[in-house]
């Protein structure tokens, strides 16, 4: 599928394939608790200042800038486990798989209760064959009371569980994570995909109209609204969508698909 969401804050996901990425914290002692600003020492406080850089090229899709930011910091702080955990979702990203699995364990070895980075490095073991122990990761993220985004890494949960075909698991994490964040777009879009798989249309239609309501746009959000409104028999909905579809994605496969009927492919 397309992106539906793509980078949000320092957040890189799709809303029915989840890629979480989370957000550079203060730097961290080697206990994982983080610093006041207050306690940070002036090398400290420039080293944040260069990981905020090298985030902000990494959303800007100029990786080798943002690895020099990240060579910066780590000359100033070399034991800033946030700059390891954004390296190692710059060279994720860069297909580097080796050097990102070096980063995220020093970066975990450093921080050890740092949810971030416990999600993150559960992420890249899903996306690398490595499923089961990625879940050990999820569930170290989402049950520590610090972690201020715990739906992050329960959607994450759900869709690695969805590679091992554990859809229960996958709708329990989904649900779990709309009760931490109802508003939430890409939990909605999750339980929407789960209940139009089931054909619990209904269900999947109130789900997917949250995320329209948040007006999420994207080509693959509107053609999964355009197959429940269609299974539900509302036409006026369906063409309604199929209007912002043809309007905004005119050359997506989600068009392409829509036009020539493909709706159970």
Not at 155 to 173: H, I, M, P, T
Request: net charge neutral; hydrophobic share 40%; aromatic share 10%.
């Amino acid at each position: 599928m397309n992106d539906m969401l793509r980078r949000i804050g320092c957040v890189m996901a799709t809303v029915l394939l989840v890629i979480t990425a989370g957000c550079a914290s203060m730097p961290g002692n080697e206990g994982g608790e983080l610093l006041t600003v207050s306690e940070q020492t002036d090398a400290q406080k420039r080293a944040t200042i260069r990981l905020q850089l090298a985030v902000g090229y990494y959303e800007q899709r100029q990786p080798k800038v943002a690895l020099d930011e990240i060579k910066q910091a780590l000359a100033l702080y070399s034991d800033y486990a946030e700059a390891y955990g954004m390296r190692a979702l710059i060279y994720m990203e860069l297909g580097e798989i080796r050097l990102a699995e070096e980063n995220f364990t020093h970066a975990l070895g450093l921080a050890p209760k740092n949810p971030d980075l416990s999600n993150n490095y559960g992420w890249f073991l899903c996306q690398n064959g490595q499923e089961s122990k990625a879940m050990q990761y999820f569930e170290a993220a989402f049950s520590n009371r610090s972690y201020q985004s715990p739906s992050k890494a329960l959607n994450n949960a759900g869709l690695c569980s969805l590679k091992q075909k554990d859809r229960k698991a996958a709708e329990q994490y989904f649900a779990k994570a709309f009760q931490f964040d109802p508003s939430n777009p890409v939990t909605n879009a999750n339980l929407a995909k789960i209940f139009y798989d089931r054909q619990d249309y209904e269900r999947a239609h109130f789900y997917i109209g949250r995320v329209i309501q948040s007006e999420i746009w994207a080509a693959d959000v509107l053609w999964l609204a355009i197959k429940i409104e269609r299974k539900r028999g509302d036409s006026e909905a369906e063409r309604s969508h199929a209007m912002q579809l043809r309007n905004r994605h005119p050359d997506s496969p989600e068009c392409a698909a829509y036009q020539r009927g493909a709706f159970d492919e």
